[in-house]
């Protein structure tokens, strides 16, 4: 039986050298900065993210809630052929008192929807609404109001107020519509709308002013542009535009054929 030498036993059994350990611990140290500064680096980037995708989503939907009201804008089908308002009933003082409807145009009673925009305000009727309960007294169409407001603190809010009562008349206190910020934290905003005869786009609009005509009483488009601050910097702006055009013929007197034609 072969024996080993005791210099090579001794130095087998000696284990690891000073040098040694000092190398597998600056290894293991370095390993363990590098996957912290990656994991730091990781959550750094999903919160990033995170606050980019939540500005961005808000925007988006802030958006898609205005686009689908205007798509949604309603006037009542008109029969030119039904007898004709009284005169008093088109006075500028009936008009005066009416945000969201004309002035009676036949003897029942019968009325256009006004639609009424500024470069911060639009008013209109939409027939967007629904029931949700079989029982509720509510119904598809409402009064609905966009503007965009100024802050104290200088930047802009958009507002969306909405009214279910969209066949009252008479302005009144009894009642105060529901009023909400769909956007805030905006830098600009406008409202701007289109008139295909001229093909102009203007920045002030009401389809019962004493000069609009039956082909063009209402806008053919309606744009919404807004400056929003950049979630990764505010100094920068990112502009966001809607450009919508209603789903409903609404310019034109209809006829009794051409109504029923719809209706089919």
Known sequence: MRSLPVANLKRSQGGFTLIEVMIAVTLLAFVSIMIAQATTRSFNINITLGRESTEYSGIILSLQAVESDLAQIYSPTMDTEGPAPAAAQTSSSVMSGLSFWSAPL??????????????EKITFINNGGRRLEADEPVSDFQQVTWEIERNDSGTYSL????????????????????????????????????????????????????????????????????EV?????????????????????????IKPTDAEMMSQ
């Open 229 to 253: 601050p950049d979630p990764l910097n505010n100094a920068n702006n990112q502009p966001w535009e809607i450009v919508v055009r209603p789903n409903l013929p609404l310019n034109g007197e």
């Open 106 to 119: 036949r003897a029942d009673g019968l009325r256009r929807s006004r639609l009424n925009g500024t470069r």
């Open 159 to 226: 507002y969306r107020t909405v009214d279910w009562d969209a066949f009252r008349y008479e302005e009144n206190n009894n009642k105060k519509p529901s009023r909400v910020a769909v956007l805030e934290n905006i830098s600009s905003g406008k409202f701007s709308y289109y008139r295909r005869e001229n093909k102009t786009w203007e920045e002030v609009w009401d389809s019962e002013s004493p000069y609009a005509k039956a082909e063009n009483r209402f806008p053919d488009m309606i744009s919404l542009k807004l």
